[in-house]
């Protein structure tokens, strides 16, 4: 007696089910309702769970949509990624003035800080039977300044902060060495209104705060100067601890969930990346425990480091958060491991890389720091990164797109944006944002199927997923961008490879 694949008792087609491809389980739904049901209550589930796609801009569509619209989603997002295919939009006109802005997110909303102004964008979801991308709105600005002449305003660093899930409260760091914190939030019109509070200030020196990073209840400050200061968001005018790296700081990075939590500081100077430990939850340490050179035998190496992230959640080689991304002034992207000890690297490394001649802006440093920490062996990159056509700094670093294996990078000038996917990094290239002016990629953040990134004129989006339509981004008056002849949704940009460098494909 021959059984068909439907009258199988449903606990055996589950386990058939398991080892089907996408592919096959695609077909395999479309065959009937009772196979349907199967596929799309165990087959896309188990799909979703082995092959996560997280995305905090699209949080609340994914919650939304059917295991089946994810899993849909997903493989044509890897598709796009695979074809270096996407739809590029600016999200506002050009600014009146030129500015270093810095972008930050959570699952309701992006916001730019621009000068003394917060441009926020809001994460909807209109229900629909197609699979269209979740829309990305202009909801309003905010300023902190009446008089636009007063620069030491300027919003210098950005952070969501924990406000108990209500996704509203966004951290400001100003040149002026002030903190103010901002309420955003929907009226019962679904307008957004918005309320500005002091903060802090900083407790010995008004300098610029250059960087904010958070992560839970604690909050990493660093000034211009090199003063790092950990606070708790629940008694923010008291400092739990503070260091003095004495030398010029641009980036820090906090990370409460690796095994021994650490903070990651990128500076200019002779060790432009070190780490210093979260002691007992709250304290850092006051000297370095792991310095992080482009190489073994370098501890000198003078340079500097613009960048920092973590490795995305489910980054090849594994998904610690003790993997650690960097961008450096000399145009490299560096991946090094915090799990690996100097001593597990085999010797001193044979790299080639020519030593540089940085200007004194970024070579300010100490004497202090000419003979800080020179005993310790430096760990050296598991990985790293460059365009070959371009020696221009990187500034901006962010890790994650499509199966969260790529990285992308925000050059020092004509706006490009480097993406690599670590699988097959020597395959990488570049894109330049539309407009292709000069300015440097300032910020960038890269998701599941977009990235959001900023340049000293406006903020932009490469979007890589699919149903992406007139509706998703904000309407731009036609300005000096073009659009693109084959897909009027996108905007004219340029992109190369990195293995001829010819800017073959045009969107």
């Not at 009258?7 to 592919?23: A, F, T």
Request: aromatic share 10%; glycine share 6%.
């Amino acid at each position: 007696m021959t059984l068909q694949l439907p009258e199988l008792p449903p606990d055996v087609i589950i386990l058939i089910i398991n080892y089907l491809c996408p592919r096959d389980l695609s077909a395999l739904s479309g065959t009937c309702t009772i196979l349907y049901s199967l596929v799309d209550n165990y087959g896309w589930t188990k799909y979703l769970r082995l092959n996560p796609r997280p995305s905090v801009s699209l949080s609340q569509a994914r919650g939304k949509w059917s295991p089946t619209q994810n899993a849909r989603y997903n493989i044509l997002t890897d598709q796009a990624w695979s074809e270096l295919h996407f739809v590029a939009r600016p999200l506002s006109r050009p600014w009146i003035g030129r500015f270093q802005p810095v972008l930050a997110l959570n699952n309701s909303r992006l916001v730019v800080a621009s000068g003394c102004t917060i441009y926020s964008y809001r994460f909807a979801f209109v229900k629909s039977r197609r699979l269209d991308a979740p829309p990305v709105q202009h909801e309003g600005t905010i300023s902190l300044s009446d008089d636009s002449r007063n620069i030491r305003c300027d919003i210098t660093s950005l952070a969501f902060i924990e406000d108990g899930r209500r996704s509203q409260t966004l951290l400001c760091g100003l040149q002026n060495g002030t903190y103010v914190k901002v309420l955003i939030s929907l009226d019962k019109a679904n307008k957004m209104t918005s309320r500005v509070i002091p903060f802090a200030n900083h407790p010995v020196t008004l300098d610029t705060i250059q960087s904010l990073s958070a992560d839970g209840s604690l909050l990493l400050s660093l000034t211009y100067g090199g003063e790092a200061s950990l606070m708790s968001m629940t008694s923010p005018d008291s400092i739990l601890s503070s260091i003095h790296l004495t030398k010029r700081s641009w980036k820090s990075f906090l990370n409460m969930e690796a095994s021994s939590p650490f903070a990651a500081f990128g500076t200019s100077s002779n060790t432009p990346l070190t780490i210093h430990s979260v002691l007992s939850g709250s304290e850092l340490s006051q000297q370095p425990t792991t310095i992080l050179s482009t190489r073994e035998d370098a501890p000198s190496f003078r340079s500097a480091v613009y960048g920092i992230c973590r490795a995305s959640t489910f980054f090849p080689g594994g998904s610690s958060p003790q993997i650690l991304v960097s961008g450096w002034f000399d145009g490299q992207v560096r991946v090094h491991d915090l799990r690996v000890s100097p001593g597990e690297l085999g010797g001193p490394a044979t790299s080639s890389e020519p030593s540089l001649s940085l200007s004194s802006s970024s070579q300010s440093t100490s004497e202090q720091d000419s003979s800080a920490s020179t005993d310790r062996v430096p760990l050296r990159p598991v990985l790293t990164l460059s365009d070959p056509w371009t020696y221009d700094p990187i500034y901006s670093v962010s890790s994650g797109g499509g199966n969260g294996s790529h990285i992308a990078a925000g050059s020092a000038r004509h706006s490009v944006v480097s993406f690599w996917d670590v699988r097959n990094p020597s395959k990488g290239w570049s894109v330049y944002a539309p407009g292709n002016d000069r300015s440097p990629v300032y910020d960038v953040v890269l998701e599941s199927s977009r990235l959001f990134g900023a340049t000293e004129s406006r903020p932009f989006v490469y979007d890589f997923g699919p149903g992406v339509t007139k509706d998703t981004y904000p309407f731009i008056k036609p300005d000096n961008l073009r659009k693109n002849k084959s897909n009027p949704i996108s905007y004219y940009v340029t992109k190369y490879t990195h293995t001829d460098g010819i800017a073959k494909d045009r969107h």
